[in-house]
């Protein structure tokens, strides 16, 4: 039993040497070590076969699955899923395709070819326990513990869904074959039938009465007739699935308490109705019982290596078995059961008639057509018991035993009747005829010397294709060479072994005693004339060529073909050059039934068949291709030629009486072979084998010498490597100097091209930077400009709000003097109406005067002509003090008001100036940040930037020596106008108060005068002017004297209203000239 290790290799041979099957059938054991898990074993899981039954499929406990070809002896990794599976399908319609049950409740599909993933399938709630596929490939069943899922492999989506109840599971849901019913099996051992189109219920299988067997597993017979159930007992229940009835019980040995799997083993002949079922149970063995005998057949497995899981090949070829240890066990079938040991019945049964009362004898009718096998015989069922140890033989090994009804003659009658043997036993009916003694130790002890020397080169002189066919060729001659010597130096050897090596190849021992047994038999005489042609041979083929056919010889010799030429290419090659394989293997079905002599007569046979073609031919080389070369012949017509040339060639002519009869190989040694001469074979060996050590000792010197050779070669290939190595280093030394002046050129065009970036970039700075700084500067100035504006907007709104108010004031002092002048009119008139009334008053008193005393009338008459133009002048003068007194009032009140508005105004200015003062130290400080960049950014220009700033240094002293005098000069001006203003304040005080004292020490004041309409009001007799009291005597004569006076000083005050009107217009243009200078030197 052979242990294959395929560890982590990817594909390789299942087994290296040809396999012997064990006692126990084992044909190999597979396991699998991981190296990188201290060498441990990974167990295989799942296997799976396809519908040849030539390949299958394992998965191991790592996800890694592996496909077995039996047939090629070779195995492939298809996949690594990277985790367990837990069910496998491999009987797709699509063959290259495969199905794995993952852990993650997910089935997927791969390619094998391809190894890529066709599909993923999700759906399954549960781990997936079984795969069914239909008989068409085209859909599948997946089955879990809560529900079974109908797949369709073309769309690869799901169809059906069944779905159970949660106190019912699911035990096994699967196919029929050769039908579309589904069979449903559930924990409770209830068994149901479906369409698988309509999912439409069939039927139900009754459920028996008694306890109950926890169906576990379940098989089917291939033409779906018959149903196998086991469970948790050692009953097994057979269901006839046409009648829906248990048609039988069989009870297991003892030993068995639990089926774990089944499984019914098909056979070519059943038709399907497989009788024999294999029975897993939980010891670990598996038992094959025939269900209709109830026997146990053989079985495999055993306590100490347990089975835990199997499939059965499709065929019924192999059994593929995971073992308890996690190996991989294959089973060849055919070895475990004694009737396939046996050799196959004969075709030819003979009639007899048996009195005997015993009925072990087999009587059988011969009847046209196949030969009816025997029928099964029925027995009783019976204990199972273990089956005694047979002796287990390999396929070859049928061949071995032999018929007692076979003979020659029945042979040779059969080969008459049908011109052939049967192509299935013709290997068989060989061996039987040439009676092969199979010495194994003396073929061993030959094969144990090795290759022989005159073969070791044989395949340049025969190249094969085919590199087994090539060793088992090699094999033979050089078995045949240490055999005997002469077939060492047999040139023409290899052609005559080489049809049989290719016939059989699969049995190198068959093979090499065929051929020995053809050399002994049919090549007698051949080596008599070595190391020429058999020419006593060949003579005994032209002597019967003579006899039958003259003319054709005749024909022969005159174009100078000899028997050499026609008859020899024939003999060396046994007819393989000029005969197809079907042809040859007819041809040697005749020659190994017949005489030895059948052979030459054979050669005859052939040139007299051909003789048609042979007589056109005239050169020598037209013969020898012809006899080199296939042509077309009837070999049965050729095969009857050859019959009767054996049968009507005379008796002195015949070769048989030079040739000794048939003659089988000795058993235990093979027999001497020394009919050639020894002398030429002996010489002609020592000749070679001189030569040979010739050959070696100059093999030897010219390996010598070509090693020196070599050596020289290798040390002038040193050499010119070196100087070469050298060279190229000089080339390569210089290509670097080279490079590398480039690139310091490129580097100095690179530095001069940055340093030229670098000062544009740097010029850009400037530029940029300059410009930022005239942006700026121009900004500064538009926001100066735009100060000033504003400024010069404030002082002109200010100017027109001043000019406006003003305006107001004027406007209101021409209203108060419009009030003046009505209240002056009305009071004028009220005057005018006092007076009236005084005068009438007076003309009354006048009048009542008058008539008291005439005598004073004129002088009373002109002391009142006096008292009243004194009276209208004092009016008068009165009328203007008053207006002038208000005048004075109001302007002074306007001067008060523009005093404080342009005392506001100025306050406004220093603000202005205070906000400018600090925008232009803001200025100064940017200023200065400004030029320090630029001192940073021009270093180099640091003179340039030295003289500029010296420039703006000089420029802001000029700007604050500028500013300084506009502020010395603005303050001056401001002193000039305090000054004007205090010394206008202090002469308005001054006239004001020399008016008022004016008008104090006046007798007929304004005020005095302001008051007495209201004391005329008040008591109009206290007005009269004409008073003659002696209190007013001294007034009435006063105004006379004054009235000079009152004139002047009424001129000097309005001299000094004028002088105070030209004071406040000249301040006036004092103040918008300060405006303007001011507005002038901000915009400057």
């Known amino acids: 039993m052979q242990t294959t290790d395929i560890g982590s290799k990817e594909d390789g041979k299942i087994w290296h040497r040809k396999p012997v099957v064990s006692n126990n059938g084992v044909l190999v054991t597979v396991i ?93 709630e549960g781990a997936v326990s079984s795969l069914s596929v239909h008989s068409s490939g085209r859909y599948a069943i997946s089955t879990s513990s809560d529900t079974a899922q109908l797949w369709d492999l073309d769309t690869f989506q799901r169809k059906r869904k069944l779905n159970v109840r949660q106190s019912v599971g699911i035990q096994k849901v699967f196919f029929l074959p050769l039908s579309n019913t589904i069979l449903s099996c559930f924990t409770d051992d209830s068994i149901f039938a479906w369409e698988s189109d309509s999912l439409f219920c069939k039927y139900q299988l009754p459920v028996q009465d008694g306890p109950r067997m926890h169906y576990k597993a379940f098989a089917v017979t291939q033409d779906g007739k018959t149903l196998a159930a086991g469970g948790r007992s050692n009953l097994l229940h057979l269901w006839c699935l046409d009648s829906q009835q248990l048609f039988r019980v069989i009870q297991m040995p003892p030993q068995v308490r639990t089926v774990r799997h089944i499984d019914f083993l098909p056979d070519s002949f059943d038709g399907g109705s497989s009788q024999i079922l294999g029975v897993l149970s939980q010891d670990g063995i598996m038992r094959f019982i025939n269900i209709q005998s109830c026997k146990q057949l053989f079985e495999i497995g055993s306590h100490d290596d347990a089975i835990t899981s199997a ?24 070895s475990l059961t004694q009737e396939t040991n046996k050799p196959p019945q004969p075709l030819v049964k003979m009639v007899t008639t048996d009195k005997r009362g015993d009925g072990s004898c087999l009587k059988m009718k011969v009847q046209t057509g196949a030969v009816p096998r025997p029928a099964r015989t029925s027995g009783r069922r019976i204990q199972p018991r273990p089956l005694r140890s047979t002796a287990v033989s390999t396929l070859e090994d049928k061949e071995n035993g032999l018929p007692d009804a076979l003979s020659k003659k029945r042979l040779q009658t059969l080969l008459k009747a049908f011109g052939e043997y049967p192509e299935k036993y013709r290997m068989f009916i060989w061996r039987s005829l040439l009676r092969l003694p199979e010495n194994h130790a003396a073929y061993s002890s030959l094969t144990n010397k090795g290759a022989h020397s005159a073969y ?16 088992g060729l090699q094999r033979v001659l050089s078995a045949l060479a240490h055999w005997s010597s002469i077939f060492g130096e047999a040139e023409y050897l290899p052609l005559v072994a080489f049809p049989f090596v290719k016939l059989f190849q699969n049995n190198p021992l068959i093979c090499f005693e065929v051929v020995a047994t053809v050399i002994v038999n049919w090549c007698q005489h051949w080596f008599e004339y070595f190391p020429n042609p058999p020419l006593n041979v060949l003579s005994m083929v032209e002597n019967v060529l003579a006899h039958h056919d003259k003319k054709l010889l005749q024909h022969f010799v005159n174009c100078g073909v000899t028997s050499q030429l026609y008859a020899w290419p024939l003999l060396e090659t046994l007819f393989s050059e000029v005969l197809t394989r079907e042809e040859w293997l007819k041809l040697f079905d005749n020659v190994f039934s017949n005489h030895p002599s059948f052979l030459l007569i054979a050669v005859v046979a052939y040139v007299t068949s051909c003789r048609a073609p042979l007589l056109l031919c005239t050169h020598r080389e037209d013969f020898e291709y012809f006899f080199h070369h296939r042509n077309n012949l009837d070999i049965s017509a050729m095969l009857k030629e050859a019959h009767r040339l054996m049968e009507t060639t005379p008796a002195d002519l015949h070769p048989s009486s030079m040739l000794s009869d048939f003659e089988p190989l000795t058993g235990g ?68 100097r080279t490079i590398l002046q480039q690139e310091e050129s490129k580097l100095a065009q690179q530095r001069a091209r940055l340093a030229a970036m670098k000062r544009e970039v740097k010029v850009k700075e400037l530029t940029l930077l300059d410009a930022a700084r005239r942006r700026f500067l121009k900004h500064q100035q538009n926001q100066r400009k735009i100060e000033l504006n504003r400024l010069d907007d404030e002082i002109q709104r200010k100017m027109t709000l001043r000019e406006q108010e003003t305006a107001a004031a004027v406007q209101d002092m021409e209203v108060r003097q419009m009030e003046l002048d009505a209240q002056r009119r009305l009071f004028e008139q009220q005057l005018a109406k006092e007076q009236e009334r005084v005068s009438q008053e007076v003309r009354a008193e006048v009048g009542t005067w008058q008539r008291k005393a005439e005598a004073e009338s004129t002088a009373f008459q002109n002391l009142l002509q006096t008292d009243s133009d004194i009276s209208q002048e004092t009016k008068r003068v009165l009328e203007e003090s008053l207006a002038e007194a208000t005048q004075l009032e109001v302007d002074v009140d306007w001067q008060a008001e523009v005093i404080r508005r342009l005392e506001k105004a100025d306050e406004e200015q220093e603000r202005r100036r205070q906000q400018l003062a600090e925008l232009s130290r803001e200025t100064l400080a940017k200023e200065e940040q400004l030029v320090q960049l630029m001192v940073e950014v021009q270093g180099k220009h640091w003179d340039d930037v030295v003289a500029k700033r010296d420039q703006l240094e000089e420029e802001k002293q000029m700007a604050v020596a500028a500013e300084a005098q506009r502020r010395s000069r603005h303050s001056q001006h401001a002193d000039v106008i305090a000054q004007h203003q205090d010394k206008l304040r202090r002469s308005q005080a001054e006239s004001i108060s020399q008016l008022m004292e004016k008008k104090l020490r006046s007798p007929c004041s304004t005020r005095g005068l302001l008051h007495k309409p209201n004391s005329s009001q008040a008591d109009p007799a206290n007005i009269c002017l004409n008073n003659q009291s002696s209190s007013n005597d001294s ?27 030209q004071k406040l217009a000249a301040r006036r243009r004092a103040a918008d000239w300060t405006s303007q200078s001011v507005s002038s030197q901000h915009s400057q």
């Open 669 to 736: 040694q093979y027999p001497i072979f020394n009919k050639y001469p020894t002398f030429i074979v002996e010489y002609q060996s020592q000749e070679h084998e001189r030569i040979r050590q010739q050959e070696l000792e100059y093999l030897r010197e010219r390996q010598v010498l070509q090693d020196l050779r070599a050596e020289t070669v290798r040390q002038q290939a040193e050499d010119e490597a070196w100087y070469t190595q050298q060279d190229l280093l000089q080339q390569a030394e210089e290509q670097r």
């Open 456 to 471: 070791l080169s044989l395949q340049e002189r025969y190249p094969i294709k085919s590199h087994r066919l090539q060793r």
């Open 1035 to 1061: 007034t009435c004569f006063s105004l006379d004297r004054g009235r000079d006076r009152l004139d002047r000083e009424e001129r000097d005050l309005l001299q000094e209203v004028r002088e105070l009107r």
């Open 32 to 124: 699998r070590s991981a190296p990188a898990y201290q060498n441990k074993t990974v167990r295989f899981l799942q296997v799976a076969f396809d519908t040849t039954g030539e390949s299958f499929l394992a998965a191991d406990h790592h996800g890694h699955i592996y496909m077995f070809d039996i047939s090629r002896n070779r195995f492939k990794l298809l996949q690594k899923t990277g985790q367990a599976s837990t069910a496998l399908a491999f009987n797709l319609r699509r063959t290259t395709e495969y199905l794995v049950a993952l852990p993650d409740y997910s089935i997927k599909c791969f390619d094998k070819d391809t190894k890529q993933l066709v599909s993923w399938m999700r759906g399954h």
């Open 311 to 334: 499939a059965v090949c499709p065929k019924g070829r192999h059994v593929a078995a995971v073992m308890d240890n996690g190996a991989l066990r294959i089973y060849n079938v055919q």
